[in-house]
């Protein structure tokens, strides 16, 4: 289901009239500027990003990383906990060749499989710093019953795999059974990346929505600021890191950007999601399918396409990190 947090429902999605809406062509910082106006006055907005839609992940490097982690233009040393580059060829070559190593990915799988038992615990409230939300949420299924929580999970492990043999540090935010038996909270969800100094972070969910609607879709943080949510240092870096997550889970898995969000481009910014809104590292979730339409279903069941999909998940992150 949609994220971390109660969703609008699907009428409400498809009614957003145009006023509501905003399509903003990449342009740098004026993206950022535009959506502010339009999350003020609306619950929840789509602003879609004009991006190619294309699956390569070739562009040019940006300069979108905060200037306390990294220069964004020397990849060879933008590793934050990297040593002084003047020293690290002679100490020991071989780390310093490899832009992934010493970083640090959470993994976050969105809901939990005990959720539905623990109502009482994932129903309160916690601060997200724009606003307060519930704590979590127990996620959608298919119409056979196969849970979200069991998805996310299950994606997210085979991407720990992929992301390791890389030589990335791999950190989740939960992995259920008796040590999680239920959430955790999203306001802890994102603790747990900040806490980590994750290079990037995502999280991992899929849609619920009628049927009919298909396709994949990454959530980008809006800017905002409130309490303890101030996401400006994030939104261009976690931009980056989403466009080449989408454009990688497409070549991938040969899932097209939903056509029910997004106008086509597979991109959303939302202002009301807690993870997002709390987190101080770049973060996107990614809405890997919709679970209640037959066809979706059926890739989102397979195994083997849930390898297709973390590998394109990490496919991305690997190219965020510069790997
Ligand atoms: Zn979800």
């Not at 999605?13 to 145009?18: I, L």
């Not at 003047?86 to 070559?93: E, H, K, N, R």
């Not at 097209?256 to 202002?271: C, E, F, I, K, Q």
Request: glycine content about 12%.
């Amino acid at each position: 289901m949609r994220y971390d947090d109660r969703p609008p429902s699907p009428e409400s999605a498809s009614s957003v009239s145009p006023e509501r809406r905003r399509f903003v062509r990449r342009s740098g910082l004026a993206v950022g500027a535009a959506v502010l106006a339009p999350t003020a006055l609306a619950g929840w907005v789509l602003v879609q990003l004009t991006t190619g839609a294309g699956a390569d992940d070739a562009r040019p490097p940006r300069i979108v990383m905060p200037a306390a982690s990294a220069s964004g233009t020397a990849p060879a040393s933008a590793s934050p906990s990297a040593s002084p580059s003047a020293a690290a060829p002679q100490s020991d070559p071989s780390p310093s060749k490899n832009p992934l190593a010493g970083r640090t990915v959470v993994i976050d799988p969105g809901h939990n499989t005990g959720n539905f038992k623990h109502t009482d615990e994932i129903d309160r409230q916690v601060d997200i710093g724009t606003n307060r939300k519930e704590c979590d949420t127990t996620g959608t299924t298919t119409n056979a019953g196969y849970m979200e929580a069991e998805f996310t999970l299950d994606v997210s492990r085979r991407l720990r795999t992929v992301l390791e043999a890389k030589g990335l540090k791999v950190v989740m935010t939960h992995e259920a059974g008796t040590a999680r038996p239920w959430g955790p909270c999203i306001d802890e969800r994102a603790r747990i990346g900040n806490e980590a100094t994750a290079d990037a972070v995502v999280s991992v969910h899929a849609d619920g929505v009628s049927s009919g609607n298909r396709g994949y879709h990454v959530i980008l943080p809006a800017k905002v600021k409130g309490g303890a949510a101030d996401t400006a240092a994030i939104v261009g870096p976690s931009r980056d890191l989403g466009e080449r997550i989408g454009s990688n889970f497409a070549r991938t898995t040969g899932s097209a950007p939903a056509n029910y969000l997004g106008s086509g481009t597979g991109l959303v910014v939302r202002d009301d999601l807690g993870g997002l809104n709390l987190s101080t590292r770049p973060k996107v979730f990614i809405e890997c399918g919709n679970m209640r339409d037959a066809k979706d279903a059926a890739l989102l069941t397979s195994p083997e396409w849930r390898q297709k999909a973390a590998q394109g998940i990490a496919d991305g992150i690997v190219g965020f990190l510069g790997g």
